[in-house]
């Protein structure tokens, strides 16, 4: 402390004032990075939100007293705090979003709620379901569905609801995979919707995905992949991962067919139906003779003549129709035209007595049983015209490139951008500061003291350093106080005077550093005795 008042009394006003603002400002920085350090990571506590839900997240935090901050349009929270208050506030039904579901039918009471209210609020409650589940995803933001369904309308026939769905994307642009699923999803949840039926709009305007038949098969493409991962899977399953190469052509139908046939057999009878008919007739004949007497009333008629007559008739129809078959075929776009497969496989390597390498394809025994199973797995039509092509070749070895990947201790640490901007602009200036300001002040401060000649005019304003003449009768005494106190320094170095003054000037010129190393401990040797 005594040195550094000394060093500080030595300076004059306008490098005190420097000295002091320096110092100040180093600690001020230390501060700042020891407060930046200490203070709890931000991390995204919601994000995307509209401006009514964000209100409300912000205010739910404020009663709380919990530390925010807002950034355009996201809410940050300290991270040991976001998975809290996210469980928190959705208990609390926070954020709304504008999504409520089935809990608007919760609202609805009895008494003077009609059905168009109740069916309205029940598509209403329908499409916020959806648009929480397809928010759900971690590649959308927003979503928005809109359902049209007219099943309340008795006097339309045959129509079909439909849906549009309004989403935009987190970060990267939504696939045409992940169209189709919204597309499926949607397409489940509501009775007699199609997925040919929705629409998938992203925040640019533009339908994400072809509107594909659902019960459409598979394109070209991904049957390739198909049969390629099926019989990648076998063939390496014997000759080992890297070892072989597999590529599938499918060749699919692209147009729609439909065929009717109807045949008629005219040697093939079938009855249809029998009708039976049955008649029968009955006649009676009575003959007479006509006398006087048959003709008076107590009269005996005379001698008469009966006979009986009886005639049945049966008749049989019988219906045939003719043998008739009627076939219908209905082709849709994606069956297997032509298929084609070709599999390389590698073979072995021998090392031969002088040590030269040789490559040794694989046998035409286990070639050809390779063969029939790559032709089991890919459903091998001859009559198709399918191709089947395995051969065993020289396959090079390709070392990977890079640098072997490993765990890193970044992802534990929750720093964001600005607050390493923010240490590293802090750290930059503490260091500018000490290196050139305080450090060239403070060495100036020390400057070692300069001895003057006798003949030497002291300067007209205090210097801070010495002025003086050393003057010594006994150059013997000095001597022997030189050696003491500097061990290794000469009693005169190069000096040919008789002189005792010139000859300590003469070694004062050439052993400056010495000369105030002893005088430095000569001033302290006097202030411990003081």
């Given at each position: 402390m005594q040195q550094i008042g000394t060093v500080w009394a030595s300076l004059d006003r306008r490098k005190q004032i420097i000295v002091a603002g320096a110092v100040a400002l180093v600690f001020l920085g230390i501060l700042a990075m020891s407060r930046i350090a200490t203070a709890p990571a931000m991390t995204l506590l919601y994000a995307g939100l509209e401006s009514g839900a964000a209100g409300d997240i912000v205010r739910s935090l404020e009663q709380r007293g919990v530390a925010y901050e807002i950034r355009g349009g996201s809410i940050y929270?300290?991270?040991?705090?976001?998975?809290?208050?996210?469980?928190?506030?959705?208990?609390?039904?926070?954020?709304?979003?504008?999504?409520?579901?089935?809990?608007?039918?919760?609202?609805?009471?009895?008494?003077g709620t009609t059905s168009q209210m109740f069916d309205a609020a029940y598509w209403r409650a329908k499409e916020g379901e959806l648009a929480r589940t397809v928010v759900g995803s971690p590649h959308i933001s927003q979503a928005r569905v809109h359902i049209a369904n007219s099943s309340s309308n008795p006097f339309q026939r045959s129509a079909e609801p439909t849906a549009s769905v309004s989403v935009v994307p987190s970060g990267a642009q939504i696939t045409g995979d992940q169209a189709k699923a919204i597309r499926f999803l949607v397409a489940s949840a509501v009775s007699g919707l199609t997925p040919e039926n929705v629409a998938v709009i992203d925040s640019n305007g533009a339908v994400m995905g072809a509107q594909e038949n659902a019960v459409a098969a598979d394109t070209a493409d991904d049957k390739a992949r198909q049969l390629r991962e099926r019989v990648l899977r076998l063939v390496e399953a014997r000759v080992g991962a890297g070892n072989a190469v597999v590529e599938v052509s499918v060749d699919t139908v692209t147009e729609t067919e439909s065929i009717r046939e109807r045949r008629f057999d005219p040697n093939g009878r079938v009855a249809i139906s029998t009708d039976v008919e049955e008649r029968s007739d009955s006649a009676r004949n009575q003959s007479a003779d006509v006398t006087v007497a048959s003709n008076l009333p107590d009269g005996d008629g005379g001698g008469s003549d009966e006979s009986n007559s009886t005639a049945t008739q049966t008749r049989e129809r019988v219906n045939y129709e003719v043998s008739e078959t009627e076939l219908e075929v209905h082709r849709a776009p994606g069956a297997i035209k032509r298929l084609t497969v070709a599999v390389l496989v590698n073979g072995a390597r021998t090392i031969g007595e002088d040590g030269t390498e040789t490559f040794v394809p694989m046998a035409q025994t286990e070639l050809d049983?390779?063969?029939?199973?790559?032709?089991?797995?890919?459903?091998?039509?001859?009559?198709?015209?399918?191709?089947?092509?395995?051969?065993?070749?020289?396959?090079?070895?390709?070392?990977?490139?890079?640098t072997l990947v490993s765990a890193s201790i970044w992802p534990d640490i929750h720093l964001d951008a600005m607050s390493l901007i923010q240490m590293v602009v802090l750290a930059a200036v503490s260091i500018v500061l000490g290196l050139f300001v305080v450090r060239p002040i403070m060495a100036s401060a020390v400057?070692?003291?300069?001895?003057?000649?006798?003949?030497?005019?002291?300067?007209?304003e205090p210097a801070p350093y010495l002025v003086g003449e050393v003057a010594i009768d006994d150059s013997a005494e000095f001597t022997a106080l030189a050696e003491k106190m500097q061990p290794g320094v000469p009693a005169i170095a190069g000096s040919t005077s008789e002189d005792a003054v010139d000859r300590l000037r003469n070694m004062i010129g050439d052993k400056q550093e010495e000369t105030v190393e002893i005088l430095r401990s000569w001033l302290e040797e006097s202030e411990e005795k003081v």
């Open positions: 929270v300290a991270g040991s705090q976001r998975d809290e208050l996210r469980m928190t506030l959705a208990s609390e039904g926070l954020p709304a979003n504008g999504n409520r579901g089935y809990e608007l039918l919760d609202t609805l009471s009895g008494f049983a390779l063969e029939e199973l790559v032709a089991s797995a890919v459903g091998y039509d001859s009559d198709r015209g399918d191709v089947i092509t395995l051969k065993s070749l020289d396959l090079p070895v390709v070392e990977p490139q890079g400057t070692p003291p300069t001895l003057l000649p006798a003949t030497a005019q002291p300067p007209e």
